[in-house]
């Protein structure tokens, strides 16, 4: 009996142990449930909150979005979650099979912080979907008796064949749940069509954070050289990156950088204890910025284009950007933090070789722009003898010279001479006016009051980038007040540190063993654009 006793005592606190563990409002619940469905999946839906869903639905390239209202409790929830991933997974992700089209998102009404979000929307049962263009559920809110609202409330959903159905009438598409990601037809026919090149933006976006990911894994800032090319880049972008999240988050790093990497050697943070004070814990475009969607530079094949194709335009765009007297510090400042942190090492190579090349410093941001188009086509030349050989380009995106004379007949002389003139107009407008017109249409145009002082603060902490090298002090003490009906965002007042990876011999010899001095423009330095 005694045994017998001793038994049921073990079992009840065996069972109070997995009670706990999934104790109500618990979200390891709805995470458990997945996982046992698939152990090696990830949720491709984007789980919102009441803080980051206005960001999200502003920010997303995608032109519509179905929002998912649950609550982690509702067994009916749970069991309709892998029909809502694996429609999610054909438009969400790194791998989806047709990005930039539908965002499809959640928010968990159990949750606490979400309980008013969920009253805008006027949900009293779960699950709910809704279909909109995002922008709509930005500050939005949805009524059973509201009339013409650009807010619907789905009904035909039940399972995933049911869901994708009604998203295909809703776009006219015929996707099927077995589409794979290559193979399709959602590619953008970039090489003649002008205006596509204003999608190019969300990858901008997407190859900049992705630039930023690899210098972390691969910690990659680890010396006083390494960390003077890095500062200089963010020289660069801060002012001219034609995404104002990615001229945000570059501003916070740089007015960072002087704690965050002492003597030039950082902390990269992987114990979640001490995230939070080190570079790891910023996002260089934000951290609501939507991944996986390139549009743009979107291959046929998983392992082309993508990436260095975002690289390569992110560097267009700076260049198209710059002025005359920043040229030279522009030329540098990119040659070196692809010889830094570009980890293709033929490629590194390469770019650094021609960077080497360059006899005399450039004066005009015209210079810049024409080198770096030139530089662009004699990798193209190099690649597509190396891929024609090997079978490993892009078979929708073979390499070319560039621009085509479809897309540019004026700067063409003949089929082998180029009008130079042409080209650069062709340049900057291709990268400059077009690369943003429609994202000024989706409405990013002035900036907030707290990005207003964050830029300036940069501003104040970037020397003018024409002059030789990085200022000896950079760091700032920054107060932000703000009052409830808010106008008010003070001021930051700089505190100069001095910073260890000023005159750096190695890193000033690299570029001047060719033209033997850089010397220091005008101080006196063109006056920027505020907001690009």
Request: aromatic share 12%; glycine share 6%; hydrophobic share 35%.
């Amino acid at each position: 009996m005694s045994v017998l006793t001793h038994l049921l005592m073990f079992v009840g606190l065996v069972s109070l142990e997995a009670t706990a563990s999934f104790s109500p409002g618990s979200r390891s619940i709805l995470r458990d449930i997945g996982n046992a469905i698939a152990d090696d999946q990830k949720d491709n839906a984007f789980e919102l909150n009441a803080t980051n869903f206005d960001s999200v639905f502003r920010d997303t390239p995608a032109k519509y979005a179905v929002l998912e209202f649950f609550a982690h409790w509702c067994p009916a929830c749970r069991n309709y979650k892998p029909h809502y991933e694996k429609v999610a997974r054909l438009f969400n992700g790194p791998d989806a099979v047709h990005p930039g089209l539908v965002l499809m998102a959640r928010v968990d009404c159990a949750v606490k912080m979400n309980v008013k979000l969920c009253d805008k929307f006027s949900i009293t049962h779960y699950p709910v979907l809704f279909w909109a263009p995002p922008r709509k559920f930005v500050g939005g809110s949805w009524g059973p008796k509201q009339d013409k609202s650009e807010i619907i409330l789905m009904d035909d959903w039940r399972t995933s064949d049911l869901l994708l159905s009604w998203i295909n009438k809703q776009i006219g598409s015929s996707y099927g749940l077995d589409d794979q990601k290559f193979g399709n037809d959602h590619l953008l026919p970039n090489m003649s069509d002008h205006e596509q090149i204003s999608q190019a933006l969300y990858d901008i976006e997407e190859a900049t954070e992705e630039a930023f990911d690899i210098i972390l894994s691969h910690k990659a800032i680890k010396s006083s050289e390494t960390s003077t090319s890095f500062v200089r880049f963010l020289q660069l972008l801060v002012p001219h990156h034609p995404s104002r999240r990615c001229r945000k988050g570059s501003a916070e790093i740089l007015v960072n950088f002087d704690d965050l990497c002492p003597l030039g050697e950082c902390s990269y943070g992987h114990d979640s204890a001490v995230k939070n004070n080190t570079l790891r814990s910023f996002h260089i475009c934000g951290k609501d910025l939507p991944r996986g969607y390139y549009m743009f530079c979107r291959g046929s094949k998983n392992e082309t284009r993508g990436f260095s194709c975002g690289l390569w335009i992110m560097m267009h765009s700076l260049s198209v950007r710059i002025e005359d007297g920043e040229s030279q510090f522009a030329f540098t400042a990119v040659c070196d933090f692809i010889n830094n942190f570009f980890m293709c090492d033929e490629c590194r190579q390469h770019f650094h070789d021609m960077c080497l090349s360059v006899k005399t410093p450039f004066k005009k941001s015209r210079d810049i722009v024409l080198w770096l188009w030139s530089a662009h086509n004699k990798v193209n030349e190099r690649l597509k003898k190396d891929e024609a050989s090997l079978g490993t380009g892009d078979p929708k995106f073979p390499k070319m010279i560039w621009p085509p004379k479809q897309l540019c007949p004026p700067c063409y002389l003949s089929s082998t001479d180029w009008d130079h003139d042409e080209v650069y107009k062709f340049l900057k407008k291709y990268y400059g006016e077009k690369l943003v017109s429609s994202h000024k249409k989706n409405g990013d145009g002035g900036s907030s009051k707290e990005e207003v002082v964050v830029a300036a603060a940069a501003e104040e902490m970037a020397v003018p980038t024409n002059a030789l090298v990085v200022p000896v002090g950079a760091a700032l003490a920054i107060a932000l007040a703000s009052c409830a009906f808010g106008a008010l965002a003070c001021y930051w007042r700089t505190q100069q540190k001095n910073r260890k990876y000023y005159h750096n011999p190695h890193y000033l010899k690299r570029y001047n063993s060719n033209f033997m001095v850089m010397n220091t423009f005008s101080n006196n330095e063109s006056e920027r654009e505020k907001e690009r």
